[in-house]
């Protein structure tokens, strides 16, 4: 079946531009993660999001990171005014239960943002 | 805080050999999950195997084992018999079961198969 999709794959924004990344979870999947992974680093997490809800957005680094899920499937993760440290391969992963220790988490491809 | 630590950038294993790639844990909670992901060049990470902190055996699924020894906050995973498209990066993570928390993610460790 189809796993987790993200687009695009790579995005080069020059500095100050906004960027948009979108995330297309597993059908059905309640919770759906967002990290960001810096060059040679582990994921950080940025923001999670149960349905349509927004529960934690606890690892956003600054103002300028927004995300939304509307209907409670798709995500998008904005980037506005982008600096270069914004520079990392961000990653979405969904899971089908909202909580719980075994749980597992679903990870798309990632989106890898180069700002110039 | 949750915390997990991987001391090997990198590690190398010759073809139909074992690697045990390390992780420690450091967490307060008394329940918690652990998990090892494994990341190719494409970027997509691939979840291996889980273990619970209330879990009495070693998880095992396939060539992948989970060496835990909770008294010293350990995780390592063990890969036996090597294939070359073992080499990768592997991620040791861990989260707790409160809820809808995130997983903490350590710095992973690249493992390069060598035939």
């Known amino acids: 079946g189809a796993g987790v999709s993200q687009s695009p794959r790579y995005k080069v924004a020059k500095r100050g531009q906004d960027v948009a990344l979108r995330c297309d979870p597993i059908s059905g999947h309640v919770s759906l993660f967002w990290y960001q992974q810096a060059l040679g680093q582990g994921p950080e997490f940025l923001t999670y999001f149960q349905n349509e809800a927004q529960l934690d957005k606890s690892g956003l680094p600054s103002d300028r990171f927004f995300a939304e899920r509307p209907e409670g499937s798709v995500s998008t993760l904005k980037i506005q005014r982008t600096q270069q440290e914004d520079s990392a391969v961000y990653l979405c992963?969904?899971?089908?239960?909202?909580?719980?220790?075994?749980?597992?988490?679903?990870f798309g491809p990632g989106t890898r943002l180069t700002v110039l | 805080a949750q915390k997990i630590t991987q001391t090997q950038p990198g590690m190398f294993v010759q073809e139909k050999e074992a690697v045990t790639l390390d992780c420690t844990y450091d967490?307060?909670?008394?329940?918690?999950?652990l998990f090892w992901y494994k990341q190719p060049s494409s970027g997509e990470m691939i979840f291996l195997i889980y273990?619970?902190?209330?879990?009495?055996q070693n998880a095992t699924e396939g060539r992948y084992s989970l060496n835990f020894q909770k008294a010293r906050k350990s995780a390592n995973l063990v890969i036996s018999a090597s294939q070359l498209g073992d080499s990768a990066m592997y991620f040791c993570a861990m989260r707790d079961p409160s809820g809808n928390t995130p997983l903490v993610f350590g710095k992973g460790t690249r493992l390069s198969v060598i035939a």
């Open positions: 967490t307060s909670d008394p329940s918690y999950g």
């Open positions: 273990q619970g902190s209330y879990d009495q």
């Open positions: 992963a969904s899971s089908p239960q909202p909580s719980g220790a075994y749980n597992e988490q679903f």
